[in-house]
């Protein structure tokens, strides 16, 4: 008897165990919840784009109201310019109460109010974050915003997963918005050149509107950007390679090297586990950055150099632009640092007269295969690439502020595109 009893006893406290450890332990995932469900993966890709997803996964208990594909393109494609918006219509879906089915039916006296994500942000007014969940009757529950004027006419359609306590999710028929949800800025209004400049980023500034660089930044500003602006000390820093070394085509990568083309906050670099892909990626070459932290300082690695996040300018999703204090030298421009081989301390003084001349894409690949050879025109500069990156300030100092003047007189004379 003993053994029949003791082993019934065991499998049952296996199976309460197994139902919870999987959400004690992983939390949950809303992007995996809904990754085999592709009738919701509009919604889906939106929650990751927007990172309402990671504000997802870090609560509980919660329950996510998902629109179908159908719903959800209509929705957004007449809002996709105005992406705090579509952030913030995302997080008015997110309540911060757990309701599965049988709750929805058994509100007391048929009509509750719940906050949502939204409410969470702080910047709601009103009621704007809270939203009206109403039994109608005959079987119908709806949602609605809980501010003046809106409908309660979102309706539940149907049980997607529930963990229970932790996040049920829920099918509804259409989006909950409020009167002005949609409204306000775009982060596309922003002016980056006036913006960097103002934040100790001239040079910079300078070297992307004069190549042109500063339309493409601007267009991607409405879809997601994250840029790395060196301030204009780093242009002045020792181990900075003269760029006006580059031709056109490669100092326009080198600055697409700074700009990744997606949101990425400074939680989301200091988490990134692989590399990270740059505007300057997908031709030939990586072009790829990685990153490590140290507490709240977070370091971006290019594989020839390290570069510290100083400040941040401006994070407003979809746009995060972070000042750095070294330029961002990629090892596909400036692979010397690279080379297995122990790089000479003795410099060849003779500029290769490819690189001298501003004769496209030859500067670069000389420099990534002759690592004893600085493709450097100047001598008052050559002696600094790589090689002398612990050397005194006194003299380099010196040389690089010449360096910077011949740049920016280099740059002002460089065609515009
Ligand atoms: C959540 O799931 C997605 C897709 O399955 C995965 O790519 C992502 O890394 C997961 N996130 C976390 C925080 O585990
Ligand atoms: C929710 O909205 C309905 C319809 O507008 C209203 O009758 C009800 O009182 C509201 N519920 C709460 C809790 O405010
Ligand atoms: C942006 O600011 C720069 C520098 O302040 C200015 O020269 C430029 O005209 C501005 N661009 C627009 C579109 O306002």
């Given amino acids: ?30 992007t995996s919840i809904l990754h085999k469900l592709p009738e919701y993966s509009v919604y889906n890709s939106l929650l990751t784009k927007t990172k ?26 007449s809002h996709h310019r105005i992406f705090p918006a579509l952030q913030n219509s995302l997080r008015l879906l997110v309540l911060l109460d757990y309701f599965d089915p049988q709750k929805l039916y058994d509100l007391p006296g048929g009509t509750t109010l719940s906050a949502t994500l939204y409410q969470a942000t702080g910047t709601a007014s009103g009621d704007n974050g809270f939203v009206n969940i109403t039994d109608l009757g005959g079987g119908r529950v709806a949602f609605g915003s809980a501010a003046s004027g809106s409908k309660v006419s979102s309706v539940y359609t149907k049980s997607i997963r529930q963990i229970p306590q932790s996040i049920s999710v829920l099918e509804i028929s259409s989006p909950i918005v409020f009167p002005g949800l949609l409204d306000g800025p775009s982060s596309a209004d922003v002016n980056l050149t006036a913006l960097l400049e103002k934040s100790g980023c001239r040079t910079f500034a300078f070297l992307l509107s004069s190549s042109g660089m500063i339309k493409e930044l601007q267009a991607a500003m409405e879809k997601g950007l994250t840029l790395f602006a060196p301030n204009d000390e780093a242009f002045k820093a020792k181990g900075v390679t003269d760029l006006s070394a580059l031709s056109n085509a490669d100092l326009v990568t080198l600055l697409q090297y700074h700009a990744i083309e997606a949101y990425i906050p400074i939680n989301s670099l ?11 990626s997908g031709g030939p070459g990586n072009y790829e950055l990685t990153t490590s932290f140290e507490g709240n300082d977070v370091t971006i690695h290019t594989g020839v150099d390290s570069s510290r996040i100083v400040s941040t300018i401006l994070d407003e999703t979809p746009v995060c632009i972070l000042t750095v204090d070294r330029v961002l030298l990629p090892a596909e421009l400036f692979g010397m640092a690279l080379s297995p081989a122990p790089i000479p301390v003795v410099m060849s003084p003779s500029p290769s007269p490819t690189a001298r001349s501003q004769d496209s894409s030859k ?11 600085t493709s450097v025109p100047t001598p008052a500069v050559s002696p600094k690439i790589g090689a002398q990156r612990d050397d005194d300030k ?11 003047v011949t740049a920016v007189v280099a740059a002002a004379s460089w065609p515009l595109f």
């Fill in 1 to 30: 008897m003993a053994m029949g009893t003791l082993p019934a006893s065991l499998l049952f406290i296996v199976v309460v165990l197994s139902s919870l450890l999987p959400s004690a332990i992983e939390g949950h995932n809303i």
């Fill in 52 to 77: 309402v997803a990671e504000e997802v996964n870090s609560r509980s208990p919660l329950t996510v109201l998902v629109l179908p594909n159908g719903p959800m393109t209509s929705f957004a494609s």
């Fill in 270 to 280: 200091k988490a990134a586990r692989r590399p990270i892909a740059t505007m300057a």
């Fill in 363 to 373: 500067a670069p690949s000389v420099a990534a295969e002759s690592p004893q050879h």
């Fill in 394 to 404: 006194s003299g380099v100092g010196k040389a690089v502020s010449t360096w910077v």
